[in-house]
C-alpha cells in the first residue's frame, strides 16, 4: 500500500472529474494518494440548500408583480412606458412619481387575451415593441446547473468512498502493493525454517539478476507454492523475499478473487497480472490459495460456477506470461490436497517449499526475533522456553511473548519474568485459568485423584514424557484440571512401546477414580477419546497389531467433497471389521490392567499426590519428584527384563 505523505497536492479539476490518467497507467499508480476528509451528511445538506438559494436567486424576478387589471389602468392614466410584450407578460417602467409608486419602477402583469390593448396603447402614444421569449436560458439556469452540481457532488462522494465504490470497480484487482521503500521486511525477521529459505535464494537471485539466468538459457520457475501448518510463516516468508530481492510486492487472498457475479473474479486476475507486468520485476503473493484453487469437476451440481471461471483464468495467466519477465508468482496454502491437479504441474507451481513447524533451535532463533523490544529479567532462558513449546509455530511464540508481557504489566513488574513466560505457556496450551468457578468438596477430590493418577503413571512408565506440571485449576472451556506433560527432545516417529504407555497413562486417571471411590465419573470422556483414537490408528493405519499383521486398513484420508459418492467407505469385509474392533478393545484392555496394577501398587503415594493437590492446586515438576521418590521405573523395568 503506498505510503501517505504529508505535503499538500495541488487540487486538478481533470482528475476530479475522473478525466486524467486511467488507474492502470505508471503514474497514477505510484503517487502517493491525498489525504481524505470525512464526509458526513452535512455536507449533503449544505449542498442541497445552497442549490435551493442559487435557483430562487437566478429565477427571482426583481419586478413589481401587478395584475393586469392594474395595468389597464395605468395605461388609461398614461403612467406606462418602455413597455415590452411577450405572448406570456407584459414588462414595463411607471412614470410620473406618485406617493406610492416612484418613477421609473420595472413592473410585469401576466397578459390576457386582450384585442383593444394595442388601440389603447396607440391611442395613449404609449410606446410598445413585442418579443418572443427565450426559454433555453431559464433552463439552462433551472435544471443544467443543478445537475452539474450534484454530478460534482456524486464524483465527490465516490472519490471519498475509495476505489471500490464503483460499479465499474468490480473487475479491478484488489491486490495491495507494497513498494520497495515500503517493504523492510527481510530475511533476517524470519527464523526457523532455514531450509525454506536456502531454497528461495535463487528466487531472489533470480530477481536481483535475471541475466545470469538468461545467458546460459536457464527458466526460473513461474511459481513457488508454500505449504505449511497454519501460523509457521508463509506470508512473512513471501514478504521477505520481496524485501530480499528489492521488488515491490503484490499480497491478495485467494478469497478477493470470488464475486457473486459471473465473471468478476476472471477480470480482476487480468487486472492483476497486467499491472504486475508493467511494474515487473516484482512478486505476486497469494495467500490461502485453495480458496481459488479447488479441484475443478466436483461440483455434485456439474455447472461451471464463478469459482471454477476464474480458476481457469488464473491456469491461462499463468501459462500466457514469459517467465523472463521477471513476475514470480508465489502461493500459501496449508491444504494442498484439495489444490487442482492442473495448479501443481510443471509450469505452473512447479516449486513446492515445505515451511514446517520449527524445531527446538528454530523456535529458539524465534524467540530471539520476537524479544528484543521486551524488557526481560536476567533469569529469563529462551533456550528453556523453546524446550518448554514443543510442536508451537511462529505465531503461537510471538503470542507466548506477548502474553507474558502483558502479564508483567498487569503485575506492575519492571521486567518479564520466568514466571510470566510459564503462565503464558499453560494460557496457550490449557486455556485462562478460573479460579473463581466454584466446585464441591467432592468434585475437587475426584479431580485430584483424577490428574494423580495421570501423573503418577507417566512418572513410572519409562517411555512416556516427563510431567513438568499438575494443577486442579479449571482451566479453558471445560478442563477441571490438567496434567502437563512435555517431551525432553523433539519427536517425529513413535515406537509401539512408547503409543503403548501413552495409553496407559490416558487410562491412568479413570482407575485411579475407581480404585478411590469404587465409582468413574464423566470427567475421563476426553481422555477414552483419546485412547481409542490411538489404539484405532495402531491397527488400521501402522499394523502395530499381531493377529491382524502387517496390513493397513485405512487407505489416504481425502477431502469429503473429493470422494465419490459410488466408492465404498471402506474396502474390507465385515468379519474383517469385526477383528479390527476386537483387537482395538483388546489394546484398550491390556493398557487398562497395566494402569491398574501400577496404580494398585503406589496407592499411598497416589493419595499423597491427591492431598498436596488439594492443598496446593499445583505441583511443579520439583515438587513432584519429592513426592513420588525412586518411583521411577521401578515396576515396569524388572519386568520386561524378565519377560
Given at each position: 500500500?503506498?505510503?501517505?505523505?504529508?505535503?499538500?497536492?495541488?487540487?486538478?479539476?481533470?482528475?476530479?472529474?475522473?478525466?486524467?490518467?486511467?488507474?492502470?497507467?505508471?503514474?497514477?499508480?505510484?503517487?502517493?494518494?491525498?489525504?481524505?476528509?470525512?464526509?458526513?451528511?452535512?455536507?449533503?445538506?449544505?449542498?442541497?440548500?445552497?442549490?435551493?438559494?442559487?435557483?430562487?436567486?437566478?429565477?427571482?424576478?426583481?419586478?413589481?408583480?401587478?395584475?393586469?387589471?392594474?395595468?389597464?389602468?395605468?395605461?388609461?392614466?398614461?403612467?406606462?412606458?418602455?413597455?415590452?410584450?411577450?405572448?406570456?407578460?407584459?414588462?414595463?417602467?411607471?412614470?410620473?412619481?406618485?406617493?406610492?409608486?416612484?418613477?421609473?419602477?420595472?413592473?410585469?402583469?401576466?397578459?390576457?387575451?386582450?384585442?383593444?390593448?394595442?388601440?389603447?396603447?396607440?391611442?395613449?402614444?404609449?410606446?410598445?415593441?413585442?418579443?418572443?421569449?427565450?426559454?433555453?436560458?431559464?433552463?439552462?439556469?433551472?435544471?443544467?446547473?443543478?445537475?452539474?452540481?450534484?454530478?460534482?457532488?456524486?464524483?465527490?462522494?465516490?472519490?471519498?468512498?475509495?476505489?471500490?465504490?464503483?460499479?465499474?470497480?468490480?473487475?479491478?484487482?484488489?491486490?495491495?502493493?507494497?513498494?520497495?521503500?515500503?517493504?523492510?521486511?527481510?530475511?533476517?525477521?524470519?527464523?526457523?525454517?532455514?531450509?525454506?529459505?536456502?531454497?528461495?535464494?535463487?528466487?531472489?537471485?533470480?530477481?536481483?539478476?535475471?541475466?545470469?539466468?538468461?545467458?546460459?538459457?536457464?527458466?526460473?520457475?513461474?511459481?513457488?507454492?508454500?505449504?505449511?501448518?497454519?501460523?509457521?510463516?508463509?506470508?512473512?516468508?513471501?514478504?521477505?523475499?520481496?524485501?530480499?530481492?528489492?521488488?515491490?510486492?503484490?499480497?491478495?487472498?485467494?478469497?478477493?478473487?470470488?464475486?457473486?457475479?459471473?465473471?468478476?473474479?476472471?477480470?480482476?486476475?487480468?487486472?492483476?497480472?497486467?499491472?504486475?507486468?508493467?511494474?515487473?520485476?516484482?512478486?505476486?503473493?497469494?495467500?490461502?490459495?485453495?480458496?481459488?484453487?479447488?479441484?475443478?469437476?466436483?461440483?455434485?451440481?456439474?455447472?461451471?460456477?464463478?469459482?471454477?471461471?476464474?480458476?481457469?483464468?488464473?491456469?491461462?495467466?499463468?501459462?500466457?506470461?514469459?517467465?523472463?519477465?521477471?513476475?514470480?508468482?508465489?502461493?500459501?496454502?496449508?491444504?494442498?490436497?484439495?489444490?487442482?491437479?492442473?495448479?501443481?504441474?510443471?509450469?505452473?507451481?512447479?516449486?513446492h517449499i515445505l515451511v514446517d513447524r520449527p524445531d527446538i533451535v528454530g523456535r529458539e532463533e524465534i524467540l530471539k526475533v520476537h524479544t528484543p523490544g521486551v524488557k526481560l529479567a536476567k533469569e529469563v532462558d529462551l533456550r528453556v522456553i523453546a524446550a518448554r513449546t514443543p510442536g508451537f509455530v511462529g505465531a503461537d511464540l510471538a503470542n507466548i511473548v506477548n502474553e507474558a508481557a502483558l502479564l508483567a504489566a498487569r503485575k506492575n513488574k519492571d521486567h518479564v519474568e520466568m514466571d510470566d513466560f510459564e503462565e503464558a505457556i499453560d494460557r496457550v496450551v490449557a486455556g485462562l485459568e478460573k479460579k473463581r468457578r466454584v466446585m464441591s468438596k467432592k468434585e475437587k477430590e475426584i479431580v485430584a485423584y483424577h490428574e494423580s493418577g495421570h501423573a503418577l503413571v507417566a512418572s513410572i512408565l519409562p517411555n512416556a514424557d516427563p510431567v513438568?506440571?499438575?494443577?486442579?485449576?479449571?482451566?479453558?472451556?471445560?478442563?477441571?484440571?490438567?496434567?502437563?506433560?512435555?517431551?525432553?527432545?523433539?519427536?517425529?516417529?513413535?515406537?509401539?512401546?512408547?503409543?503403548?504407555?501413552?495409553?496407559?497413562?490416558?487410562?491412568?486417571?479413570?482407575?485411579?477414580?475407581?480404585?478411590?471411590?469404587?465409582?468413574?465419573?464423566?470427567?475421563?470422556?476426553?481422555?477414552?477419546?483419546?485412547?481409542?483414537?490411538?489404539?484405532?490408528?495402531?491397527?488400521?493405519?501402522?499394523?502395530?497389531?499381531?493377529?491382524?499383521?502387517?496390513?493397513?486398513?485405512?487407505?489416504?484420508?481425502?477431502?469429503?467433497?473429493?470422494?465419490?459418492?459410488?466408492?465404498?467407505?471402506?474396502?474390507?469385509?465385515?468379519?474383517?471389521?469385526?477383528?479390527?474392533?476386537?483387537?482395538?478393545?483388546?489394546?484398550?484392555?491390556?493398557?487398562?490392567?497395566?494402569?491398574?496394577?501400577?496404580?494398585?501398587?503406589?496407592?499411598?503415594?497416589?493419595?499423597?499426590?491427591?492431598?498436596?493437590?488439594?492443598?496446593?492446586?499445583?505441583?511443579?515438576?520439583?515438587?513432584?519428584?519429592?513426592?513420588?521418590?525412586?518411583?521411577?521405573?521401578?515396576?515396569?523395568?524388572?519386568?520386561?527384563?524378565?519377560?
Amino acid at each position: 500500500m503506498p505510503r501517505r505523505g504529508n505535503r499538500k497536492e495541488k487540487f486538478n479539476l481533470r482528475d476530479f472529474l475522473g478525466l486524467g490518467n486511467s488507474s492502470g497507467s505508471r503514474k497514477s499508480r505510484t503517487s502517493p494518494p491525498s489525504k481524505k476528509t470525512n464526509f458526513t451528511i452535512w455536507y449533503i445538506f449544505i449542498a442541497f440548500l445552497l442549490v435551493f438559494l442559487l435557483q430562487n436567486w437566478l429565477t427571482s424576478q426583481k419586478v413589481n408583480e401587478i395584475s393586469y387589471s392594474q395595468f389597464k389602468a395605468l395605461v388609461k392614466e398614461n403612467r406606462v412606458e418602455d413597455l415590452v410584450i411577450t405572448p406570456e407578460i407584459i414588462k414595463g417602467k411607471t412614470k410620473d412619481y406618485t406617493d406610492t409608486e416612484p418613477p421609473g419602477k420595472p413592473f410585469q402583469a401576466v397578459r390576457v387575451e386582450d384585442p383593444e390593448l394595442i388601440k389603447e396603447l396607440d391611442k395613449k402614444g404609449i410606446q410598445y415593441k413585442g418579443k418572443r421569449e427565450n426559454k433555453w436560458l431559464s433552463g439552462i439556469f433551472a435544471w443544467v446547473i443543478p445537475i452539474i452540481f450534484f454530478f460534482l457532488i456524486w464524483r465527490l462522494l465516490f472519490t471519498r468512498m475509495g476505489p471500490e465504490a464503483g460499479a465499474l470497480s468490480f473487475g479491478k484487482s484488489k491486490a495491495k502493493i507494497f513498494a520497495q521503500k515500503e517493504n523492510k521486511i527481510t530475511f533476517k525477521d524470519v527464523a526457523g525454517i532455514d531450509e525454506a529459505k536456502e531454497e528461495l535464494q535463487e528466487v531472489i537471485e533470480f530477481l536481483r539478476n535475471p541475466g545470469k539466468f538468461k545467458r546460459l538459457g536457464g527458466k526460473i520457475p513461474k511459481g513457488v507454492l508454500l505449504v505449511g501448518a497454519p501460523g509457521t510463516g508463509k506470508t512473512l516468508l513471501a514478504r521477505a523475499v520481496a524485501g530480499e530481492a528489492n521488488v515491490p510486492f503484490w499480497s491478495i487472498s485467494g478469497s478477493d478473487f470470488v464475486e457473486m457475479f459471473v465473471g468478476v473474479g476472471a477480470a480482476r486476475v487480468r487486472d492483476l497480472f497486467g499491472q504486475a507486468q508493467q511494474r515487473a520485476p516484482c512478486i505476486i503473493f497469494i495467500d490461502e490459495l485453495d480458496a481459488l484453487g479447488k479441484a475443478r469437476g466436483v461440483n455434485p451440481m456439474g455447472r461451471h460456477d464463478e469459482q471454477e471461471q476464474t480458476l481457469n483464468q488464473l491456469l491461462a495467466e499463468m501459462d500466457g506470461f514469459d517467465p523472463n519477465t521477471g513476475v514470480i508468482i508465489m502461493a500459501a496454502t496449508n491444504r494442498p490436497e484439495i489444490l487442482d491437479p492442473a495448479l501443481l504441474r510443471p509450469g505452473r507451481f512447479d516449486r513446492h517449499i515445505l515451511v514446517d513447524r520449527p524445531d527446538i533451535v528454530g523456535r529458539e532463533e524465534i524467540l530471539k526475533v520476537h524479544t528484543p523490544g521486551v524488557k526481560l529479567a536476567k533469569e529469563v532462558d529462551l533456550r528453556v522456553i523453546a524446550a518448554r513449546t514443543p510442536g508451537f509455530v511462529g505465531a503461537d511464540l510471538a503470542n507466548i511473548v506477548n502474553e507474558a508481557a502483558l502479564l508483567a504489566a498487569r503485575k506492575n513488574k519492571d521486567h518479564v519474568e520466568m514466571d510470566d513466560f510459564e503462565e503464558a505457556i499453560d494460557r496457550v496450551v490449557a486455556g485462562l485459568e478460573k479460579k473463581r468457578r466454584v466446585m464441591s468438596k467432592k468434585e475437587k477430590e475426584i479431580v485430584a485423584y483424577h490428574e494423580s493418577g495421570h501423573a503418577l503413571v507417566a512418572s513410572i512408565l519409562p517411555n512416556a514424557d516427563p510431567v513438568r506440571r499438575v494443577s486442579i485449576i479449571p482451566r479453558g472451556i471445560s478442563a477441571l484440571g490438567y496434567t502437563l506433560q512435555l517431551p525432553t527432545e523433539d519427536r517425529y516417529l513413535m515406537t509401539k512401546s512408547e503409543l503403548l504407555d501413552r495409553l496407559t497413562v490416558l487410562l491412568g486417571g479413570r482407575i485411579a477414580e475407581e480404585i478411590i471411590f469404587g465409582e468413574i465419573s464423566t470427567g475421563a470422556h476426553n481422555d477414552l477419546q483419546r485412547a481409542t483414537d490411538i489404539a484405532t490408528s495402531m491397527v488400521k493405519e501402522y499394523g502395530m497389531s499381531e493377529k491382524l499383521g502387517y496390513v493397513t486398513f485405512e487407505k489416504e484420508k481425502r477431502p469429503l467433497f473429493l470422494q465419490s459418492p459410488f466408492q465404498p467407505s471402506r474396502e474390507y469385509s465385515e468379519e474383517t471389521a469385526k477383528e479390527i474392533d476386537e483387537e482395538v478393545k483388546h489394546i484398550i484392555d491390556e493398557s487398562y490392567t497395566r494402569a491398574k496394577r501400577i496404580l494398585a501398587q503406589n496407592e499411598a503415594k497416589l493419595k499423597k499426590l491427591a492431598n498436596i493437590l488439594l492443598e496446593k492446586e499445583v505441583v511443579e515438576e520439583k515438587d513432584l519428584k519429592k513426592v513420588l521418590g525412586k518411583s521411577l521405573a521401578e515396576v515396569e523395568r524388572p519386568r520386561r527384563k524378565s519377560a
